[in-house]
């Protein structure tokens, strides 16, 4: 995919990362990172740190290649009040993040050559990699395709109407056929409309409890199988965002056993919170998909685990105070996650052993750098001499409080503010430059 970001040609002091367990594709060993003019230059234990060079205490913590997230709604242009590529970037930076991809539902849609040069025109300056994700329908209507080939020319690679699902199967097939032989990739926000029609949270006991309407994980599984069916039809390789039920794990994994060319992403969201949660009626726990049950997120957890479910992405969906604080079935859908997607992804799925640090950092970065088309640009590592310095230092052993005030993100709209959170973010480098040095933005 193409860069957003300028290299930057000043040179930069040398940067020792010190102290900590370096994590990647191959392994884990106990090792220091020398940086040098943006690259890996050595990596070992004791390196000594040339005269001049910053030196980052990485004790205790992991030292990964930066994370990639699939899936932000950075929403510029057109609501900014929400946030911004910048102000976006900044919170990926603080979460871990080396590179992410800029959801297109903003306003007008990214659903032009014009609007994809805007937004990575925006990313050229922002801390971290912005890479841009299309729309498959023109201003995501569902009816004409957008100008992939124009749009793929730019480095657009995944495409989505995310925000909805394609609902028409004829537009989804055609797309799929464009589609391949560009060598995209689509990526479907399974809800089929129909179905989920009135529903503000999960269907179950829950909603019934509280007398909210609910959607039933039905919206979200009879899509997938059309899709999936679509997939097998074509030969054209698909990306599910966001799924949220066992039904479409089971999905997933039966048409990965049968060799179809698909992907899927979770939340960590959907991997720590239930629909338990919205007994408070508090519209930070409205998100589409719906929190579903203990039993969904217990499947998903597995999933992670087996390998049916290849990415931890945020769907990090800013929404200010004016709109999303407002009565639970008026509030809009979404939650921020930037920011504290690596502490909860930790804390839902290593904590309680359902997988170890490796197979975590390649759910949170080699594999979605790999599906987003960035390991061109050295995102997802391995950070070995040469590799371009795309670096995430993460502390386990940290505990903290998130508070949504000091965070980098213009919108406060997290269930994660005021919980205690395992693990924390120490430093970020972005192609050499230490973007976040102790927790803390450096611009
Ligand atoms: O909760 C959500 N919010 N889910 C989506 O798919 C879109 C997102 C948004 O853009 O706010």
Redesign the pocket.
């Known amino acids: 995919m193409t860069s957003s970001r300028t290299s930057g040609t000043r040179p930069r002091p040398a940067v020792l990362v010190e102290g900590g367990t370096v994590v990647g594709p191959g392994g884990v060993q106990r090792a220091d990172v020398l940086v040098e003019d943006g690259v890996v230059a050595a990596l070992g234990p004791g390196l000594a740190a040339p005269a001049g060079a910053l030196r980052l205490d990485a004790g205790g913590c992991y030292v990964a290649p930066g994370l990639v997230d699939l899936h932000a709604?950075l929403r510029e242009p057109g609501n900014e009040p929400a946030e911004t590529v910048e102000t976006g970037a900044r919170a990926a930076a603080r979460g871990g993040y080396s590179a992410v991809v800029a959801?297109p539902?903003t306003e007008p849609a990214i659903d032009s050559a014009a609007v994809v040069r805007d937004v990575l025109a925006l990313g050229r300056d922002a801390c971290v990699e912005v890479a841009v994700a299309g729309t498959i329908t023109l201003g995501r209507r569902g009816e004409h395709l957008s100008p992939f080939a124009e749009m793929s020319a730019l480095g657009v690679r995944l495409f989505t109407d995310?925000?909805?699902g394609v609902q028409d199967p004829s537009v989804l097939r055609r797309a799929l056929e464009y589609g391949r032989d560009l060598g995209i990739v689509c990526a479907e926000?399974c809800?089929d409309e129909r179905l989920a029609a009135g529903g503000h949270m999960h269907e179950g006991a829950w909603s019934s409890r509280l007398g909210i309407p609910g959607q039933s994980a039905l919206a979200e599984e009879v899509m997938l199988a059309r899709d999936l069916a679509l997939v097998r039809e074509t030969g054209a390789p698909m990306h599910f965002?966001?799924l949220s039920t066992a039904g479409s794990v089971r999905l997933l994994a039966a048409a990965r056993a049968e060799g179809l060319p698909v992907s899927g992403e979770v939340t960590p969201h959907h991997l720590s919170l239930t629909d338990a949660e919205v007994a408070t009626y508090d519209p930070v726990y409205?998100?589409?998909?719906p929190l579903r049950t203990p039993a969904d997120l217990a499947a998903l957890a597995a999933a992670c685990a087996e390998g049916t479910i290849d990415a931890v992405a945020t769907?990090h969906?800013?929404?200010p105070p004016e709109d999303k604080d407002r009565p639970f079935e008026e509030a809009?859908?979404?939650?921020i996650g930037l920011e504290t997607a690596l502490a909860v992804a930790y804390g839902a799925l290593v904590v309680p052993g359902h997988l170890d640090v490796m197979r975590l950092f390649a759910l949170l970065s080699w594999q979605p750098a790999r599906l987003a088309g960035l390991t061109g640009a050295g995102h997802g590592g391995p950070l070995v001499p040469g590799a371009p310095a795309h670096i995430c230092v993460f502390d386990p052993a940290a505990h903290g409080v998130f508070d949504p005030a000091s965070g980098a993100s213009r919108s406060r709209n997290t269930p994660f503010g005021g919980r205690e959170l395992t693990g924390a973010v120490r430093h970020t480098l972005v192609g050499g430059e230490p973007v976040v040095i102790a927790g803390e933005a450096q611009r």
């Open positions: 709604h959801m539902n995310d925000g909805r926000h809800e965002l966001h409205k998100v589409n998909p769907d969906a800013p929404h809009p859908p979404g939650m």
